[in-house]
Structure formats: C-alpha cells, structure tokens
C-alpha cells in the first residue's frame, strides 16, 4: 500500500494497511504481526522520515472521540486520530473549554501533533500538556500485545514527543483551559530589538522576516477580556481572501509561472506587505484568530530551533545566507564568511550562490520549554545551578525559551532541489554555530548522530524506548538508525562538561 504525504516528498510503501475500529482489533493486528515493524500515522502533514516505510501501516482514524477525563478536572480523554479541528469543535460545542496551544494549522491528528511536539507561539509545544497516553504494544514478559497507561516519570516525557517510537497511541488524555479571546493586530519594524520587546504586552505575538525587505512585520497577540469585536467577521474574511489566498496566488505567480529572480524580490520588497494591514486592532475565540489556512497550497518546510540568545545572530547568518544564495556576485561579509568557515560549510555555500531565490517571509515563534525528553523546546538535561543559568558547552541554558524559524518552499518537482540543498546547508551550519534543532516533523536533512547530539536527554529517550519495545518494532528505517548506537562517550562529555 503506497501512499504519499501532505508535501509528496515522502511516499510511505508498506506491505499491509489496517484501519482498526477498536483497541481489541489493534490488538488483534499486533498480535498477528509480531516480529514485523509496525507504525501508525496521522494525516501525513509531516515531511520528515518520521514517515519513513514499516511494514504495517495503521491509520487510526476511528478513533476519534473526545470525552471529558474522569480523574483529572478540566481534562480531555481524546482518540489518537481525532484530528485537532475536530477536538475544537467538540471543546467549543460541548464545554466552556479550549486547548492551552495550537499550532498554524489544526488538519494534524492529536498523536500526530504531540509525536513530532507541534507547537504555535508564545506557549510550551502540545506535547508539554500532556498528561496521560494510552498505548498498544507487546508485553516484554508475554510478548503478546497489550495497552498500557503511561502517567508519569521519563515514560511520560518520553510519550509526550515519541516520533511514534513507544507503540501505537490509542488516546491522549490532555488538559485544558477555559476559552479565551485573543486580540490581534500587525505591525512593521526595523529592528529586531523592537519586535522582541513588544513580547512583554503582547506574549502571544509571532513575527515574520520579510524577504529582500529585510524589515520585521510582527502578528501582535494577546489574551483580552474586551469581548469579541464587532468587526471580526470582515477581519476574517480579509485575512482568508487577501492573506490566505490572494498573497499566495501572488507568490505562486512569481514562483511557478514566471520564475523572474527581479519579480520575487518586488513582490516582496512592495506588494505582499502592501496586503497587511498594519494596526487594525480586532479581537476573536482563540481557536479561531491563531489559525490561518496554510494547507491550502501545497509546500514544504524547514524550521530550525534556536535559543533566545542565538536568537538575533541566527537571523543575522540567515539573512546572510539568503542573500549568497540568490546572487553569485556579491561579497560576503568577514564574519559571515568566518561563521561558515567555522561550520566547515564554505563549498556548500559555494555550490549554493546564486542557485537558490527564498520566496516567503520566515515566520518566527516563540516556544516556552517543555516538559519531555526530546521535543524541539525541551531543555531536559542542560544545567541550571543556583536558579542562574550555566551555559554548557553545547551553548545552551536551562531555562530559556526557545525561538522556532520557519522557512516555506512552494517549488514543484526538481525545482525543489535547490530548497533542499538550502535546508540542509541551514541545518548543518546553524546546529554546528547555534545548536539549532530542526523540527521532527519538517525537512530534517541532518545525520542521525548529529540530531542525538543537539538533544542531552536523547540516551534517556533512547532507554524508555528499548525497555518498553525492546525489540525496536515500533521503528521505521529512520528513527531505528537515531535509536540505534549510544551518543558516543565524545558527545556525552560535550554534554555534560
Ligand atoms: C500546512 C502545515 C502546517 C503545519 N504547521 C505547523 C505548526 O504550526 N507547528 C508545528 O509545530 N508543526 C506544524 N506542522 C507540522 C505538523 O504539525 C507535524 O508534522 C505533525 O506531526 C503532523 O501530524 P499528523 O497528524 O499529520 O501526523 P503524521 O505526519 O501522519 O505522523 C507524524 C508522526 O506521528 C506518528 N503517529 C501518528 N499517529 C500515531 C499513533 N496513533 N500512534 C503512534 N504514533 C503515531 C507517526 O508515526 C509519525 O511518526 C505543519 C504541517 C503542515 C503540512
């Protein structure tokens, strides 16, 4: 059974598919396949080798119910393949409750999101809510397939963000919040400084690096109590029509028809920021003014996880390496030049000049540090002392929030080379000069040696999930690679100096 992801970079091929109805018939399908690697998916919005083939693929679809936790006040027991949209809905028709966090989208299934930690911005990643998963997988004494409840300790951590690795997720249980409204407005800066101290009023805000404009155009956000605005359904309709559609059909214009390096810089340059309109203060349900419409057109992307005090430097080299790859004449600045030396990377940008024209605003989010093993904010495992920070040797520090960098490709076909040939440019130069992580779910063009190293809790997550599959049968080609040799004793020392 062939099928093909969201951004059709992936094609999963797997010997057989199943669609279960119930927990006994997962089961079932365990127990008949014993031995073979077995993986679950979601709705295939991932572009990751988190996707990579098993041999038993199980679509959890019917699992889609959302029930109120009996245990846990203001909690919800949610069925692994209940798609975000749908828990919305339900939370929104049937209780005075929403989610703590959503991301751009709500397409994902809720397994889907927390295995690869989804995240939106000014918040922790789903996966940090969560508080219970209940799984499916072999019992280490019987072998035989069982479900267990994981509520606690390093299991837990490790469930909340598990690349589908701890077995096949049946349901979610996830606490919520009560609804709230959140007021919106855009705004355009200069200067980075000035977009991060607009956080303090507006914690929920994200932001966007415009390309070949290099100016700042902040999504200001917060929670209000100012009741919902009389003008939001106009706001709604402006933002679907002139931002959702109308900008795209703009970039899609240069990008797949005319192809002009001259045109994609001026529609970046003038006409999409002429489409924002800057200041018009409108506030609306949180479920509603968070999400844009982003799967409506076809792309890939790449997002890279930084602290908050690479944060500046990090833009800085990615404007620079923006730049260098749109034109093959310009000269690099000295330290530009010197950071790409210190990555090693000075061929790659070399094959990279003059190749490669970016043609959409980076989108940067601001993710609180989660509670997990290895989610893209986690700082499990990086040293804290006295309640100051000690920066380890990696360059991280315990309790800093983490900043996410998206980069979004529409090319099609081979054009897309070039964009690849950028990602993993970015993601080798930027985790070896800002440990930057790349999302688990996005293009993650990394060796698998080099994603334990940026993770110091990695051999714990590595541990949970030999004892609880000991076997590995709940890894594809790619994760059983990440899961397979302990970080050497070089990477540990680095770790842990
Ligand atoms: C248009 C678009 C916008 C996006 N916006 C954001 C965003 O704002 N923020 C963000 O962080 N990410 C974003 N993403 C990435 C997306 O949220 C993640 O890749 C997410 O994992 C996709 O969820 P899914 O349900 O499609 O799962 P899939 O992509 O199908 O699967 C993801 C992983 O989950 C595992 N899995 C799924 N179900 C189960 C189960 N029942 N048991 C065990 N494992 C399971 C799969 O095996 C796989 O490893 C976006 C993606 C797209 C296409």
């Keep these: 059974m062939k ?21 006994a018939e997962v089961l079932d399908i365990l127990n008949k396949n014993k031995g073979r690697s077995i993986r679950c998916m979601g709705r295939l919005h991932s572009w990751s080798q988190v996707l990579d083939s098993p041999d038993i693929l199980l679509d959890l679809s019917h699992f889609d119910s959302v ?6 006040a203001m909690s919800v027991d949610v069925g692994a393949g209940c798609q975000i ?9 049937k209780t005075p409750w929403t989610l703590p966090s959503v991301g751009f989208i709500t397409e994902q299934t809720i397994a889907g999101a927390i295995s690869t930690g989804t995240h939106g911005s000014g918040r922790h990643s789903l996966s940090h809510y969560v508080a219970g998963v209940r799984v499916a997988r072999y019992d280490s004494q019987t072998g035989n397939a069982v479900i ?24 979610v249980t996830i606490p919520c919040r009560p609804k709230y409204l959140v007021e919106e407005h855009f705004r355009e800066y200069e200067q980075l400084d000035d977009v991060l101290s607009a956080e303090q009023e507006y914690p929920l805000q994200q932001f966007y690096l415009v390309p070949w404009r290099w100016s700042f155009i902040a999504q200001h956000r917060r929670e209000s109590e100012a009741g919902t605005s009389k003008a ?39 006409l999409a920021p002429a489409c924002v309109i800057r200041n018009w203060r409108v506030t609306g349900p949180s479920s509603s003014q968070l999400v844009m419409e982003h799967e409506l057109f076809r792309h890939v992307e790449i997002e890279l996880f930084v602290q908050r005090h690479q944060l500046p430097s990090a833009l800085l080299f990615l404007k620079n390496t923006l730049a260098a790859s749109a034109c093959l004449q310009d000269d690099l600045d000295d330290k530009f030049r010197n950071q790409i030396a210190e990555a090693s990377c000075t061929d790659k940008l070399e094959q990279l000049r003059g190749r490669y024209c970016h043609h959409y605003p980076i989108c940067v989010r601001k993710i609180l540090p989660d509670d997990t093993l290895v989610s893209m904010a986690s700082n499990e495992g990086i040293a804290i002392e006295n309640g100051t920070d000690t920066e380890s040797r990696i360059g991280l520090s315990g309790d800093e929030a983490w900043y996410s960098i998206t980069l979004t490709n529409y090319d099609r076909g081979h054009r897309r080379n070039q964009f690849e040939e950028l990602a993993s440019f970015l ?7 800002f440990d930057a992580r790349p999302h688990w779910g996005k293009l993650c063009p990394l060796p698998t040696e080099a994603l334990q190293s940026l993770y110091p809790a990695f051999n714990d997550f590595r541990r949970v999930c030999d004892q609880v599959d000991k076997d590995g049968v709940f890894r594809n080609p790619w994760t059983r690679s990440l899961l397979r040799s302990e970080l050497s004793n070089e990477g540990l020392s680095q770790l842990n100096p």
Excluded at 148 to 171: F, H, K, Q, W
């Design 3 to 23: 099928k093909l992801n969201f951004g059709r970079n992936v094609q999963i091929d797997s010997m057989s598919y199943f669609t279960p109805n119930t927990e």
């Design 67 to 72: 029930r109120p936790n009996s245990d846990l």
């Design 85 to 93: 949209k749908r828990l919305l809905s339900e939370l929104e028709g």
């Design 148 to 171: 267990v409840d994981i509520t606690d300790g390093d299991e837990l951590r490790a469930a909340r963000c598990s690349l589908g690795c701890l077995g096949v997720i049946l349901s």
């Design 232 to 270: 939001i359904g106009l706001y709604h309709w402006y933002r679907f029509l002139v931002l959702d559609i109308a900008m795209h059909w703009l970039i899609l214009l240069v990008v797949r028809v005319l192809r002009i390096q001259v045109a994609v810089k001026a529609v970046f340059r003038w």
């Design 427 to 433: 993601c080798k130069s930027m985790k070896d000069l």
